[in-house]
C-alpha cells in the first residue's frame, strides 16, 4: 500500500492520505468480492451466455454443436407435443398451489399472531413439514397415499364409505395428490414466516382506532390487516409464483411425470430432453423459454402491483 | 439485527395492546379457547403425516400393510433402522451428505460475509453494478444454468465427484446470502470501524474482529439456512453423481427405493425408517437454531 501512495507526490498531504485510504478500501472491496466474481463469470454469466448460444444448435455432448438459428424455438412451439402439455400441467398446477398455499400461510400466520399461549410451539409446529426433505416427505406420502393400505383413503372409507381414488398411480388424480403434498409443505414454511413478521409490523393503534369506530373483526381483517402487509403479499406472491412454476423433484420422485404425463411438468421436460436424451441444445432452447415466461409473469405482477400494493408507513421499510 | 428487534419489540406492543384493547378484554374466553382449538387441529393435521411415518416406521414388515391399518405398532422394531442402515450404501450417504453440506455451508457463510462487507461498509468503483448484478441472479431460474454448469463440469473432469456440490459455493456462496450480510452488517455502526481504522486495523481485522462477532445472529441464520438447503439438495446431485456409494442421502434413499436389494424392493417399512433418519438432523438443527433461522428468514422477506 505504501508505494500506491508514494505514487502519487504531487497531491497535497491530506488529499494523499485521503486517496490513498480510498484506494486501500476499494482493494479490499475487490479482494472480499474476489470469490463472488470468480464464482459469478464461471457459474452465472459464463452459463447464461452458453446456455443462450447452446440454445442456436444442436449438441449431444459427443458431436461438436451445429448451429441451428432458431430452430429449436420453432420446433418447440410447433412440433414438440410435450412442450404444450408439459406447460399446461404446470401451470395448472401453480394455479391451484399459489392462491391456495399463500391463503394458508396466510392464515397460518394470522393464527400465529393472535398472541396465544404456546405460539412458540405451534410455531415450529407447523415449520416441520416445510423441513422435511423433499424425498423423504414423497415417501411419507406415497405410503399414507396408498389406495388400499394408505392412511388417507381408510379414512376417507371410514367418514364416507366410499373407496378413495388411486391418487399418484391414478391420471386423474396424481396431480392433486401432488398439490396436496405442496399445500402441506408450503402453508407453514417461509412464507408463513413473513407474513408473520408482517403483521406484526401493522401499527397496533390502527386496530384500537378502528376497534373505536366500531369495526368488526372482518372489517379489520380486509380495511386494515390486507392493505398494510399487501407489501409481503405481493414478495410472498412472487416467489410462490416462481417455486411453484419450477416444480421438479416432488413430481419427479413421485410419479416420474406420470401416469400418462399427468404430472409432466415443465422442469421434467427440461430434466428429460438435457439428461435422458442428452439433447442439450433443444433443453437449452426450452430452459430460455422457461426463463422469459418467469420474466413475463414476475413483469405482470410488478406492474399489477401498483394498484393493489399499499407502501407506507413502516411496512415498506 | 434492526428490523428483527423492531419485530420482537412489535410483538411485544402488540399483545399488550391486545390486552388493553377493551373489545379484546371484553371477548369471551370462548373465543380464545376456540382460537386454541382451531390452531391445535391445523397443526395435528399438519403433522399427521410425520408422526403417522414415524410410528409406522416401528411396525414390523407384516403390519406396514395391513387391512385396516393400525393404528399402534403391535410390537415395536427397531430393526427397520437397523436394516435400512445396513442394507445398501446408507452409511457412505450419511457420510456424504455431512461432508459435503458441512464444506459447503462453511464456504457459502465464509466467502458471502467477505462480498456482504464489501457491499455494506467499503467503497469502490463498480460497486452499484455489481450490487446490482448481485440482485438479479436472485430472480435467475436455476434451469437456465443447468446444462451449462453441467457441461462444465464435464469438460473440468468433475462429474462424479464431490466438487461441483461444493467448491461453487465457496465463490460468493449465492445471491441470497451476500444480500442477507449486506442487510445485517449495514446495521452495525460504522463508527466502530473508525475507531479500529485509527488504531491501524485494516479491513481483515475490522471484518474479523469487529464486524463477525457482533453478527453471530445472522451467521447462525445463513449457517442453518445453508445447511438445510444442501442437506436437501436434489437436483444437483442427481446429475453429477452417477456411482451409488457416491450418492448423497436425497438420491440415495430414491436409488434405494427403485434398486431392488437383494432380491426383493425395499418394503415401506425401510422407506420410512431412511426418511426419518434424513430428517432427524434437519429437524435437530431446527431446534437448535429455531430464533436464527426465523430471523434469517424474516429478515430475508421484509427487505425484499
Same mark, same amino acid.
Do not use: M, S, V, Y
Given at each position: 500500500m505504501a508505494q500506491l501512495v508514494g505514487a502519487?507526490?504531487? *497531491?497535497s498531504p491530506t488529499r494523499r492520505r485521503r486517496s490513498g485510504v480510498a484506494r486501500q478500501e476499494a482493494i479490499f472491496a475487490y479482494i472480499f468480492l474476489a470469490p463472488w466474481i470468480l464464482g459469478f463469470v464461471f457459474f452465472v454469466a459464463g452459463p447464461i451466455l452458453a446456455s443462450l448460444v447452446l440454445s442456436l444448435t444442436t449438441y449431444n455432448i459427443v458431436q461438436t454443436p451445429k448451429f441451428v438459428g432458431l430452430g429449436n424455438y420453432v420446433q418447440a412451439f410447433t412440433q414438440d407435443p410435450l412442450f404444450w402439455g408439459s406447460l399446461a400441467k404446470t401451470f395448472i398446477y401453480a394455479a391451484v398451489v399459489v392462491p391456495t398455499g399463500v391463503g394458508g400461510a396466510l392464515l397460518v400466520a394470522i393464527l400465529l399472531n393472535?398472541? *396465544?399461549?404456546f405460539t412458540n410451539l405451534y410455531r415450529t409446529i407447523f415449520f416441520l413439514p416445510h423441513l422435511t426433505p423433499v424425498v423423504a416427505a414423497v415417501f411419507i406420502w406415497e405410503w399414507l397415499l396408498d389406495?388400499?393400505?394408505g392412511f388417507i383413503n381408510n379414512v376417507i372409507f371410514v367418514v364416507a364409505h366410499v373407496q378413495g381414488p388411486g391418487w399418484l398411480g391414478s391420471p386423474d388424480w396424481a396431480l392433486p395428490a401432488l398439490i396436496l403434498i405442496a399445500f402441506w409443505a408450503i402453508i407453514g414454511g417461509d412464507m408463513m414466516l413473513i407474513f408473520l413478521a408482517g403483521l406484526q409490523g401493522v401499527p397496533p393503534e390502527l386496530y384500537e382506532v378502528a376497534s373505536l369506530d366500531g369495526a368488526n373483526a372482518w372489517r379489520r381483517f380486509w380495511n386494515i390487516t390486507l392493505p398494510m402487509i399487501s407489501p409481503t403479499l405481493f414478495f410472498n406472491s412472487i416467489l410462490a409464483v416462481i417455486g411453484a412454476l419450477q416444480t421438479f423433484t416432488t413430481a419427479f420422485v413421485a410419479t416420474q411425470g406420470g401416469p400418462s404425463y399427468a404430472t409432466y411438468f415443465y422442469a421434467l421436460h427440461i430434466y428429460n430432453t438435457a439428461f435422458s436424451y442428452t439433447e442439450m441444445g433443444y433443453a437449452s432452447a426450452l430452459a430460455w423459454i422457461f426463463f422469459i415466461i418467469l420474466i413475463a409473469f414476475t413483469y405482470v405482477q410488478f406492474r399489477a402491483s401498483t394498484r393493489w400494493v399499499y407502501y407506507g408507513g413502516e411496512v415498506k421499510s | 439485527m434492526r428490523e428483527v428487534a423492531a419485530d420482537v419489540a412489535a410483538e411485544r406492543v402488540t399483545r399488550a395492546a391486545t390486552v388493553r384493547d377493551p373489545l379484546v378484554v371484553a371477548r369471551h374466553v370462548g373465543g380464545r379457547a376456540l382460537l386454541h382449538l382451531f390452531t391445535i387441529v391445523v397443526g395435528a393435521l399438519l403433522m399427521v403425516p410425520f408422526a403417522w411415518a414415524l410410528i409406522g416406521s416401528f411396525k414390523p414388515e407384516t403390519e406396514?400393510?395391513?387391512?385396516?391399518?393400525?393404528?399402534?405398532?403391535s410390537h415395536f422394531v427397531w430393526g427397520n433402522y437397523v436394516q435400512v442402515w445396513i442394507s445398501s450404501y446408507f452409511t457412505n450417504w450419511v457420510a456424504n451428505t455431512f461432508l459435503i453440506t458441512i464444506i459447503a455451508t462453511i464456504g457459502a457463510v465464509l466467502t458471502a460475509a467477505f462480498a456482504g462487507y464489501a457491499f455494506a461498509r467499503l467503497r469502490f468503483p463498480g460497486r452499484e453494478i455489481f450490487f446490482g448484478m448481485t440482485i438479479a441472479t436472485m430472480m435467475l431460474p436455476y434451469e437456465v444454468t443447468l446444462i451449462p454448469t453441467y457441461l462444465e463440469y464435464y469438460l473440468l473432469g468433475w462429474l462424479n465427484t464431490f466438487l461441483p456440490l461444493t467448491v461453487p459455493y465457496w465463490l460468493g456462496g449465492g445471491a441470497f446470502f451476500i444480500f442477507l450480510f449486506r442487510q445485517f452488517f449495514m446495521t452495525i455502526p460504522i463508527d466502530l470501524d473508525e475507531a479500529a481504522k485509527i488504531d491501524g486495523a485494516d479491513h481483515f481485522q475490522i471484518l474479523r474482529l469487529i464486524v463477525l462477532p457482533l453478527s453471530l445472529p445472522v451467521l447462525a441464520a445463513a449457517g442453518i439456512l445453508s445447511f438445510i438447503g444442501n442437506w436437501n439438495s436434489f437436483v444437483l446431485p442427481l446429475i453429477i453423481l452417477n456411482d451409488p456409494q457416491k450418492f448423497t442421502l436425497s438420491i440415495g434413499l430414491r436409488y434405494f427405493q427403485m434398486q431392488p436389494s437383494g432380491d426383493a424392493m425395499p418394503t415401506d417399512d425401510l422407506l420410512l425408517a431412511g426418511s426419518i433418519l434424513m430428517t432427524i438432523p434437519i429437524i435437530a438443527i431446527f431446534f437448535v437454531g429455531q430464533r436464527y433461522f426465523v430471523k434469517g428468514v424474516v429478515l430475508s422477506g421484509l427487505k425484499g
Open positions: 502519487q507526490p504531487a *497531491l393472535q398472541g *396465544l399461549r389406495p388400499t393400505f | 406396514i400393510k395391513t387391512l385396516p391399518p393400525t393404528f399402534w405398532p
